[in-house]
């Protein structure tokens, strides 16, 4: 996972770390939450529960401060910090990162007829909590 972040994202954290940072507290750095947050999904946490519970093993603590180079924050304080930051300044990263994978032809065995092949995982965005009946 690392060699594929520095691979093909070499900047990401010089991104995150130019973030306005409007924390009256800062226990963490800006990165360290960032990619703690975007960490919990790559690692396929269940929630956020999940990887609080990883995050108190100590050779997992041990082996991410190793990998990463950064301490690892609780999912409390990612969350403290999403609700307080700007979220296009986000999403302007998230299409640097996108712009790159582009330029480096990563996606390019996956056109179709010419045209990109986009698949798009929608399950779970709305949930009435029952099953729908006619």
Same mark, same amino acid.
């Given at each position: ?38 960490? &919990?999904?790559?690692? #396929?946490?269940?929630? %956020?529960?999940? $990887? ?5 093993? /100590? !050779?997992? =603590? ?38 790159? &994978?582009?330029?480096? #032809?990563?996606?390019? %065995?996956?056109? $179709? ?5 986009? /698949? !798009?995982? =929608? ?12």
């Amino acid at each position: 996972m690392k060699k594929v972040l520095h691979c093909h994202f070499p900047t990401l954290s010089q991104q995150i770390s130019q973030l306005a940072d409007s924390r009256s507290r800062k226990e963490y750095r800006i990165e360290e939450l960032v990619l703690g947050g975007v960490l &919990l999904f790559l690692f #396929k946490s269940t929630s %956020r529960n999940d $990887f609080d519970l990883k995050r108190k093993d /100590a !050779v997992f =603590a041990k082996n991410y401060c190793h990998v990463f180079g950064l301490r690892l924050p609780s999912t409390e304080a990612v969350d403290d910090l999403l609700k307080v930051l700007d979220h296009e300044s986000l999403e302007t990263i998230k299409g640097h990162l996108l712009t790159s &994978l582009i330029e480096k #032809k990563i996606f390019h %065995r996956f056109r $179709f007829l010419g045209y990109w092949t986009v /698949a !798009v995982d =929608a399950t779970g965005v709305y949930n009435w909590g029952e099953q729908y009946v006619d």
